[in-house]
């Protein structure tokens, strides 16, 4: 047998936030006497208080939703537009406001590929997890994964209890990131289940993937164990894609280049202050 709700003819604050509180929404509880307070000297009237009171709870709820999406995706936190660095972007020849249309998440809703090719270090990955975050801001859900890593898991679970859940939650899931992919050659034993995975989205139009790649799309049926299974899985992951390529150097060189320099300068100063 539930709880006993509080006496509602008490007609006290008290009682009212015990009552919100068996209705489980304690933070609503803790809020209403500030709010009263506030809707007192803004003269606010009943709907304005009532309409304050459930956004805030539903502000709080999305964060919430947010915060166990993002743990479940796979998507360290330190990504997304806010920290995207735009001017290195820009130098890897990519449109800054090509990044920011993207981050609309409208290739989601209209459940289109994103194929992102470039050399190694251009910020493919970083771009593919910042579109990630945005698209998890916006209520979708989404699983981030190496691609050979994604390979292994699934075959060391095919004979588990849980493969099915596991397998189903990849194959649903809004958007489904995948980096570097065709990039070690698959084995025969393990590859069908990335194919499986892979043609069981499309057929079920199951949301939209973002795959990284520093191999070219004509190549990736090499990867395979038969040009005939690269073919098939490339050409449905390539239908109804929209590709960019980042050109360039290495990010992650140019940082250590940069930061080489920057040592070497301020030892230079050091040295000219202690010869002084």
């Given at each position: 047998?539930?709880?006993?709700?509080?006496?509602?003819d008490?007609?006290?604050l008290d009682?009212l936030?015990?009552?919100?509180?068996?209705?489980?929404l304690?933070?609503?509880?803790?809020?209403?006497?500030?709010l009263?307070?506030e809707?007192a000297?803004?003269?606010?009237?009943?709907?304005?208080?009532l309409?304050?009171l459930?956004?805030?709870?539903?502000?709080?709820k999305?964060?919430?939703?947010?915060?166990?999406?993002?743990?479940?995706?796979?998507?360290?936190?330190?990504?997304?537009?806010?920290?995207?660095?735009?001017?290195?972007?820009?130098?890897?020849g990519?449109?800054?406001q090509?990044?920011?249309?993207?981050?609309?998440?409208?290739?989601?809703?209209?459940?289109?590929?994103?194929?992102?090719?470039?050399?190694?270090?251009?910020?493919?990955?970083?771009?593919?997890?910042?579109?990630?975050?945005?698209?998890?801001?916006?209520?979708?859900?989404?699983l981030?994964?190496?691609?050979?890593?994604?390979?292994?898991?699934?075959?060391?679970?095919?004979d588990?209890?849980?493969?099915?859940?596991?397998?189903?939650?990849?194959?649903?899931?809004?958007l489904?990131?995948?980096?570097d992919?065709?990039?070690?050659?698959?084995?025969?034993?393990?590859?069908?289940?990335?194919?499986?995975?892979?043609?069981?989205?499309y057929?079920?139009?199951?949301g939209?993937?973002?795959?990284?790649?520093?191999?070219?799309?004509?190549r990736?049926?090499?990867f395979?164990?038969?040009?005939?299974?690269?073919m098939?899985?490339?050409?449905?992951?390539?239908?109804?894609?929209?590709?960019?390529?980042?050109?360039?150097?290495?990010?992650r060189?140019?940082?250590?280049?940069?930061?080489t320099?920057?040592?070497?300068?301020?030892?230079?100063?050091?040295?000219?202050?202690?010869?002084?």
């Open positions: 047998m539930g709880k006993t709700a509080p006496d509602p008490h007609g006290t009682s936030t015990a009552l919100i509180c068996d209705l489980r304690r933070d609503v509880a803790r809020e209403l006497p500030h009263l307070q809707a000297r803004q003269d606010w009237g009943q709907i304005e208080l309409w304050e459930f956004k805030r709870e539903h502000v709080r999305a964060d919430r939703r947010f915060q166990r999406n993002l743990k479940a995706s796979g998507i360290p936190p330190c990504y997304g537009l806010d920290h995207f660095d735009f001017q290195i972007a820009r130098k890897r990519l449109n800054p090509l990044v920011r249309d993207l981050a609309q998440c409208e290739f989601l809703a209209a459940r289109r590929n994103l194929i992102l090719a470039g050399g190694v270090g251009t910020g493919k990955t970083f771009l593919a997890r910042s579109l990630g975050i945005e698209a998890l801001k916006r209520g979708y859900r989404v981030a994964f190496n691609t050979a890593a994604l390979v292994d898991d699934l075959y060391l679970r095919r588990s209890f849980d493969f099915g859940k596991f397998y189903g939650r990849i194959r649903d899931v809004d489904l990131i995948l980096d992919l065709a990039y070690l050659p698959y084995s025969v034993e393990k590859v069908e289940y990335l194919f499986s995975l892979v043609v069981d989205r057929e079920l139009r199951r939209s993937m973002i795959v990284t790649s520093n191999t070219d799309v004509t990736w049926w090499t395979f164990p038969s040009k005939a299974m690269g098939a899985f490339s050409d449905r992951i390539l239908d109804r894609s929209q590709g960019i390529r980042l050109e360039g150097p290495s990010i060189q140019e940082r250590t280049r940069s930061e320099r920057r040592r070497r300068k301020k030892s230079a100063t050091a040295d000219t202050g202690d010869s002084g």
